[in-house]
């Protein structure tokens, strides 16, 4: 397993009028993260706000390149973006234990907190397809190139994993400083992940380590 | 933290404790328990919440500093509420310390709030102001604004400042309808109750009127000359002579006050400072000297001046002379000010507040049983004092503060 430090290499926020961020998506321009009774739009270039729309937002939050997710106690909202209107519901997997969401391969993916795994699950449904199993309490969940990626927050501790999605096995872990804990992750797709920064309020930008370097290695 | 954990804080952030057990009530994980606990002493539960935020602490591994450290605040809270004045400050301090190491900011400015209206409540108003530096400069959740406002406000109705505490009370009045929440805005008003409620009578050339304590703090700063029987001290322009361990002297200079420009009789002084039925030739001599030490107290305030019949006050420049009385005049009134705020007091608590011996409480809560105007409720350790709340009860002025003004 290789094992390093995360690189902070943005922050932005706390945010006025959301002091908290449970969970955070990226539509491909902006960062939308959930502070409880709204969902925020912020832009990644200079971190100023862009938009908010009013939905019960308790958790995790995903986009699947037309609709929002969103994690409302122990439901999982659809809302369309352009509206801010709730399209569909499902229940959450974790029955309100849910943390992490993020969306993939025509599945959603939600971490359950303290019994520390992730579901696979039908985003029409709801129906639990497959249970991956982690050793610590999992918050965020994200997808990148083909690679599974989720956050933990335990004994006051955070850390980035890169884990194997059939045996749960830890592939590469990134530690975060102290104090900086993680409440949310998604990738922008390409080398930088988006990571909610619970009670601080804030939204960090943590560097993906670089593949093709590693590799040559 | 999960999706209900986050529901269910943030219904109790707003002031819905029952939507807060709708998603927590049937589970047992700790930080369930913690906000169960909350969701009781917001409901008024607050044996259950007690035991519901220890076992809470308890099943927080020993990692989670923060998170006890919250329980911890939460627990001070409910101390407070339940007037237990006696709950370890220190364990409050560690917490916020924990907190403020973690960066949690609301709850750091939550346990200063805390702090100051512990202190205010005892009546250490500048180390409840210290408490409060710097907060306002922070944007709080608008409870946390609103109790912040309400303690400042109680500061300066402590401090006789009418204009900032109803200054104080605005800002209160308006994070509370920001917050929504109607049992903040209850408090509120109870407060803004006792700002239009007398707070003292005025004695002056025979005649008493009830002041607010609005026209309290005009009064106090004018050149007149105003012997203080809310907290036993003669005043004059700035200047203050308590006389808190003095009976004798403030009854004699208070019984002068309220004839001034007469003067008094022998008689009438011996009765008001000896209770003294008739005067024999010992009583005229221990006046003289008490008179004699007066005169040295009021020095450079006013003379005693003797008379064919007694003795009268003499101003040493043209103003006035005024008694500045309770609204009601009780034996034990500090301690119905005290319980006028209608919560359950322990006689420990009130003690405390009042800077009193636990047992001078107990001997005033027996007459004030006796006489029906407090009740006891529990045995022994558990018994609390309560008091129906009295309309136009004494309640600001007789409350402990510093003496002096300005």
Same mark, same amino acid.
């Given at each position: ?73 122990? =439901? /999982?909202?659809? +809302? &369309? %973006?352009? *509206? !801010?209107? @709730?399209?569909? $519901? #499902? ?25 520390? =795994? /992730?579901?696979? +699950? &039908? %985003?029409? *449904? !709801?129906? @639990?397809?497959? $249970? #991956? ?29 890169? +884990? &194997? %999605?059939? *045996? !749960? ?49 | ?133 710097g907060l306002e400069s922070i944007s709080l959740a608008p409870a946390l604004h609103t109790g912040c406002e309400l303690v400042s406000a109680g500061i300066a109705i402590r401090r006789i400042r009418a204009k900032a505490a109803r200054a104080a009370l605005a800002r209160a009045d308006e994070a509370a309808r920001m917050a929504a929440i109607p049992a903040l805005m209850a408090e509120v008003e109870a407060v803004a109750l006792v700002l239009d409620t007398p707070a003292a009578r005025l004695i002056t ?202």
């Open positions: 397993m290789k094992h390093s430090a995360a690189e902070i290499i943005n922050e932005y926020g706390p945010f006025p009028s959301a002091e908290q961020v449970h969970g955070l998506t990226y539509d491909g321009k902006h960062v939308w993260f959930a502070s409880g009774d709204r969902l925020n739009a912020i832009d990644p270039a200079d971190g100023k706000a862009f938009d908010s729309i009013e939905v019960p937002a308790h958790a995790g939050t995903a986009f699947d390149g037309e609709h929002l997710f969103q994690i409302a106690d122990s =439901r /999982i909202q659809k +809302i &369309d %973006p352009k *509206t !801010g209107r @709730v399209a569909s $519901t #499902i229940p959450a997997p974790g029955n309100g234990g849910d943390s992490g969401l993020a969306w993939a391969e025509g599945s959603l993916w939600v971490g359950e907190y303290r019994e520390r =795994r /992730i579901h696979q +699950i &039908d %985003p029409e *449904t !709801g129906a @639990v397809l497959r $249970t #991956i199993q982690s050793n610590r309490f999992v918050t965020g969940v994200t997808w990148v190139d083909g690679e599974l990626w989720h956050a933990t927050w335990e004994d006051e501790k955070s850390d980035l994993r890169h +884990i &194997d %999605p059939d *045996t !749960g096995e830890t592939l590469e872990r990134l530690d975060m400083p102290a104090g900086t804990g993680i409440s949310g992750l998604e990738s922008d797709g390409h080398d930088r992940f988006f990571c909610g920064g619970g009670n601080s309020g804030k939204v960090r930008v943590v560097r993906r380590p670089n593949h093709a370097q590693a590799n040559r290695q | 933290m999960d999706s209900l954990i986050t529901a269910a804080a943030h219904a109790l952030a707003g002031g819905d404790p029952l939507g807060a057990l709708n998603f927590v009530a049937l589970r047992n994980d700790a930080p369930a328990l913690a906000l169960r606990g909350i969701a009781m002493a917001q409901l008024g539960d607050l044996t259950r919440a007690k035991t519901l935020l220890k076992s809470a602490a308890r099943a927080f591994g020993a990692k989670e500093a923060m998170a006890r450290a919250r329980c911890a605040v939460a627990e001070a809270e409910i101390a407070l509420i339940s007037r237990n004045l006696t709950w370890p400050t220190k364990a409050l301090e560690r917490a916020r310390i924990t907190l403020e190491e973690h960066g949690d900011r609301a709850n750091v400015a939550y346990a200063r709030y805390l702090k100051a209206r512990r202190l205010l409540l005892v009546g250490r108003l500048r180390e409840a102001e210290e408490a409060l530096v050339k025979g005649e008493a009127r009830p002041l607010l304590l609005d026209e309290v703090e005009p009064l106090l700063a004018s050149d007149a000359l105003v012997v203080d029987a809310c907290r036993f001290a003669v005043r004059c322009a700035g200047k203050v002579v308590p006389l808190e361990t003095r009976p004798v002297l403030f009854a004699l200079a208070r019984a002068l006050a309220e004839a001034w420009p007469a003067d008094v009789s022998r008689e009438t002084l011996l009765l008001r400072a000896f209770r003294a039925r008739y005067a024999d030739e010992s009583h005229r001599a221990r006046l003289r000297v008490e008179i004699g030490r007066l005169r040295k107290a009021l020095r450079g305030m006013a003379d005693v001046k003797a008379t064919a019949a007694g003795f009268r006050l003499a101003l040493n420049r043209t103003g006035e002379v005024v008694v500045l009385a309770p609204p009601v005049e009780e034996e034990h009134a500090s301690v119905l000010a005290l319980l006028a705020d209608g919560e359950s007091w322990s006689s420990t608590a009130l003690a405390l507040a009042l800077g009193v011996s636990q047992r001078t409480v107990q001997r005033a809560l027996e007459t004030l049983v006796e006489e029906g105007k407090v009740q006891a409720v529990g045995q022994a350790r558990a018994r609390r004092w309560m008091t129906p709340p009295v309309p136009g009860f004494p309640t600001t002025l007789l409350l402990p503060a510093p003496i002096s003004i300005g």
